[in-house]
């Protein structure tokens, strides 16, 4: 005879781990997002280190060799693209204007960049050019600073505008003087030999020199 066990069976599974379900559910979700935040972080990276290494200036090269205290003219310049250098001051190309007509301290060759320590401290006087000294207080001359190669206009008591009419004319700094107590300076002018006698006339302390333009 069978005897057939009717005793209910009750079949149980075990619960599912509780790290399923959130792993299932968050897990793309956490690497989406985890993609995203990267990607907005290296982007701001990638374009500062682009901006860096493509941020160049342009500064001065001699275009040919050019000798100890020579004038150093139109010709002999060039630009050339350079990344900075903190520790190294070039002249930039908007220098050109203050570096013609200055002298190198030593003879260089093509090719050599320019420094502001390779310029000679003044300006030199060319063929037919005179350096005349003229004593200024702060009341006769600007109260931006007079720097070698900066054009100005020389005004004697008798001087009528425009500049360089009846008793005025135009010069080029070639170096300043310290003041001394009572704050008078030299201040050293190139002039050409057309002006040479108004430029002695103004050696007495009592011309005003403006900057041109100003």
């Known amino acids: 005879m069978t ?9 149980t599974s075990s619960p599912a781990s509780s790290t399923d379900e959130p792993e299932e559910k968050y897990g793309p979700l956490m690497h989406v997002a985890a ?9 701001p990276i990638i374009w ?8 160049t200036i342009p500064v001065l090269m001699l275009a040919r060799d050019v000798g100890a205290n ?27 204007a203050t570096v013609l007509g200055r002298g190198l301290a030593v003879g260089l060759t093509e090719g050599t960049i320019l420094t502001t320590s390779d310029l000679t401290s003044g300006w030199s006087a060319g063929p037919g050019a005179h350096v005349i000294g003229l004593r ?21 008591p008798t001087a009528k505008a425009p500049c360089g009419g009846e008793g005025s004319f135009q010069a080029r700094v070639a170096e300043v003087g310290r003041a001394d107590q009572d704050g008078m300076v030299v201040v ?10 108004k430029a002695l006339a103004a050696t007495g302390g009592n011309a005003v020199i403006s900057l041109i333009g100003a």
Not at 75 to 93: C, K, M, Q, S, Y
Request: with cysteine; charged share 20%; aromatic share 2%.
């Open 3 to 11: 005897i057939t066990d009717s005793t209910p069976r009750t079949h």
């Open 35 to 43: 993609a995203a935040i990267g990607a907005i972080v290296a982007v």
């Open 48 to 55: 500062a280190v682009s901006l860096l290494h493509d941020t």
């Open 70 to 96: 020579q004038k150093i003219a139109e010709p002999d310049l060039a630009t050339v693209e350079l990344e900075p250098d903190n520790g190294v001051r070039f002249l930039r190309a908007a220098d050109r």
């Open 136 to 156: 200024a207080t702060g009341a006769q001359r600007p109260a931006q600073p007079l720097r070698p190669g900066t054009p100005v206009c020389v005004w004697l």
């Open 188 to 197: 050293d002018v190139i002039v050409n030999s057309a002006h040479l006698e």
